[in-house]
């Protein structure tokens, strides 16, 4: 179940609800969607989109509360915190529930431009206690890092099931001797979201300082968040050299990661973000080219230890756009990052050890459910 994110969402759809499917559950995705639909072997039900967080919250939350029972599920997988209260009415209704925690909640009420500053911090500390003390009700708690999941140490059943990339769409060459495409001359960016937050004043700024004999692009891939964004890009420099590509499919991004020159990953250093493991880090590492990161102590110790790439400060455009033409001059170095980080993502970073962590915790769940099935039946009885 998700009120906010789009139906195929990487994480929830492609990876979760297929993965399921393949092991033999019958899986329904409750999703902001038009109509219902049935996708391979993940079913569709269709949920309003609210035209605001305020009907999002009071209107979806009873809206989803319905479309759930009616499914009668054994287990119901949830992935936003607006959906707490539902998750709990269907506990308290005997049903399995999972709550999947995408980020650390509370630290990112920090930088929420829409919430009063004088709020944020009693907010903050009010979230982390309702958030934290529902989840033991729970069935079992999903968390897409470890420092997450450790705030929930009262919580029985727990696991991190990280949110690393597929392999299959970044397909290896098939031969060793197969040519490798010739890179373009860009970078991206690929991301649900292109923000400030994000990096996105940053990089194009960085745009305006690389080399000008170089011709390089940069090519931006998601939507911009405020839509209004790219009118304050667009009185920098290095806009010239920016291209807005949209939001892409997985085909398509796979396709621009494979042909760059260097994958960017420039979240500034909030809260949330430090500890985060954005799934972008790892794409690029799987489409074998080199990673220009935030020099952040999880991420550095990732690219340090796969030598995939560069770190940066990334509130300094003139440290960002150093790194882009250390890599554009040095070819063959920026290839042998590339094949680097690929070799990592294929021995450690990739779905498949996560996907056997989710199904050993949904085997393990099914199977507790089940017994307590058992116990009320015999009780009845």
């Not at 109509?35 to 993940?42: A, I, K, L, S």
């Not at 080219?289 to 110790?301: L, T």
């Amino acid at each position: 179940m998700t009120s906010v994110h789009p139906p195929f969402d990487v994480r929830i759809f492609h990876k979760q609800c297929q993965s399921l499917a393949r092991a033999g559950y019958r899986v329904t995705l409750i999703a902001p969607i038009e109509r219902d639909q049935q996708c391979g072997d993940v079913f569709l039900r269709a949920f309003p989109r609210y035209a605001n967080r305020f009907d999002r919250v009071l209107k979806g939350t009873l809206a989803m509360y319905r479309s759930a029972r009616r499914e009668n599920a054994d287990i119901y997988h949830f992935h936003d915190p607006e959906l707490i209260p539902v998750g709990l009415l269907l506990r308290a209704g005997g049903k399995g529930v999972i709550y999947d925690i995408h980020e650390d909640l509370p630290k990112t009420i920090s930088y929420k431009s829409y919430i009063p500053a004088w709020l944020r911090i009693p907010l903050q500390m009010s979230v982390r206690v309702v958030e934290e003390f529902a989840a033991r009700f729970f069935s079992g708690v999903i968390a897409a890092t470890g420092p997450i999941v450790e705030r929930f140490s009262k919580v029985e059943r727990r696991a991190v099931v990280h949110n690393y990339p597929m392999l299959e769409e970044f397909p290896a060459n098939s031969t060793d001797t197969a040519p490798e495409p010739e890179p373009k001359n860009y970078v991206a960016y690929v991301g649900a979201r292109i923000t400030g937050g994000r990096g996105a004043i940053e990089m194009v700024q960085a745009m305006g300082l690389v080399r000008p004999d170089l011709g390089l692009q940069l090519r931006l891939a998601g939507a911009f968040d405020p839509s209004n964004l790219p009118q304050a890009l667009s009185q920098l420099p290095g806009w010239r050299q920016t291209k807005a590509l949209g939001v892409l499919g997985r085909t398509e991004i796979a396709q621009l990661l494979r042909r760059a020159r260097a994958g960017l990953v420039l979240l500034h250093p909030e809260p949330n973000y430090l500890n985060s493991q954005p799934v972008k880090l790892f794409e690029y590492m799987g489409a074998a080219i080199p990673v220009i990161a935030s020099d952040f102590p999880v991420w550095r110790n990732v690219i340090e230890s796969a030598g995939c790439g560069l770190l940066v400060n990334p509130l300094d455009p003139t440290s960002i756009a150093t790194a882009i033409d250390y890599l554009c001059t040095h070819p063959k170095e920026a290839a042998e990052m590339g094949r680097r980080g690929r070799a990592a993502v294929e021995g450690r970073y990739n779905w498949a050890g996560e996907e056997q962590r989710l199904l050993d915790f949904y085997g393990e769940l099914a199977g507790l459910e089940q017994d307590l099935v058992s116990e009320h039946q015999e009780a009845r009885a």
